[in-house]
């Protein structure tokens, strides 16, 4: 699972919703219509499963990985409206999309939210076929980073504030991948452990000062 280190949390103990978290500002266009258009698009897209890499015996002109990942990003790129480029390889059993463009804020979405989705639903259009030992990771302007330094940045300050309070703090949802780049952060500080609880997609992290050795 993803528990790290220590003993559980007991049910009783006071938890504090951490809020460090700043509001995504990714997003430029009003929130519904911007909603409303990426639903759209992204809708598309997954209509276009059986034709990408259709269902059945497999034919002559079924797409590679990488082809069918291309078809899927320029087809959300373009149902978004965005002037992108893509770039797809493959490398180490990660097969990479990457968008960039001056205005890519509709694709990543709010927290991040629609470049998860795409994410998602590319892994499952590119390897119709079930779990892959290949892992489809989707960015956008480097935002996987940028994000994964303001996860680290507010892991600390959460543990911090953990230490400080002398009892548990929770994070705000996150998907299994942020989730696991908090937890591996973490790992290298003997003060605080942490624990996942919760359902997809609430799961969410808690972070508790460790226990005395």
Known sequence: GERQTGANV???????RYDGYGPEREVRRPAAQAAAQTEKAIGA???SETRLNGEGEPDEDEL???????????????????????EVEEAEGVLSGRVTGDDVGLFIGRRGQTI???QHLAQRIVFPDGPSPVRVVI???GY???RAASLRSEADEAADEALR???PVELDPLPPLERRIVHEYLRDRDDVETHSEGDEPERYLVISPADPR
């Open 10 to 16: 007991e049910a009783g103990s006071r938890r504090r």
């Open 45 to 47: 897209a997954a209509m």
């Open 64 to 86: 590679e990985p990488v082809e069918a990942l291309e078809e899927l990003l320029d087809e959300i790129v373009e149902g978004l409206g965005l002037d992108a480029e893509i």
């Open 116 to 118: 998860e989705a795409v």
């Open 139 to 141: 960015d956008a302007n």
């Open 144 to 146: 996987r980073e940028r």
């Open 165 to 167: 309070l002398e009892e």
